[in-house]
C-alpha cells in the first residue's frame, strides 16, 4: 500500500497563488499514476489532473483552462499541484490519489484510484 499525506492548503485572497503537496511513502512512489481530485461543499468530487509514473504525460480537467500545474518529484515521493490566479470557487478540499493502473487518460473518476490522502483544504476568500 502506499500512503499519502497532503499539505499547503489555507485561506488565500482571490488572485493569489498556492502550492500544494502530496507527500507518498510506503511503496515505490514511481510504480503510481497519481492525480489531484478536489471536493466543494455540497458537490462530488472532481478531477484536477493526474501525471504519469515518470512526469512526462501529464493530463487536466476542462475547467483548469492553464491555472493548474500538476508535477511530481519522484526522488522525493512528492506531487504537486500549483494553482495562481485563484477564484472563490476554487474553494474546496483537495485530496491527491494515487493509482497502479495504466492509461492515465481515462482514469478520471473517483473509483480509478485506490489510496486517497486526507485532503487538504483550500479556502478563497473575494
Known amino acids: 500500500q502506499v500512503q499519502l499525506v497532503e499539505s499547503g492548503g489555507g485561506l488565500v485572497q482571490a488572485g493569489d497563488s498556492l502550492r500544494l503537496s502530496c507527500a507518498a511513502s510506503?511503496?515505490?512512489?514511481?510504480?503510481?499514476?497519481m492525480a489531484w481530485f478536489r471536493q466543494a461543499p455540497g458537490k462530488e468530487r472532481e478531477f484536477v489532473a493526474s501525471i504519469s509514473r515518470g512526469g512526462s504525460i501529464t493530463y487536466y480537467a476542462d475547467f483548469v483552462r492553464g491555472r493548474f500545474t500538476i508535477a511530481r518529484d519522484n526522488a522525493k515521493n512528492t506531487v504537486y499541484l500549483q494553482i495562481v490566479s485563484l477564484k472563490p470557487e476554487d474553494t474546496a478540499v483537495y485530496y491527491c490519489a494515487a493509482t497502479g493502473g495504466g492509461n492515465l487518460a481515462v482514469r478520471r473518476r473517483r473509483s480509478d484510484y485506490g489510496y486517497w490522502g486526507q485532503g487538504a483544504q483550500v479556502t478563497v476568500s473575494s
Open positions: 510506503g511503496r515505490t512512489f514511481s510504480d503510481y499514476g
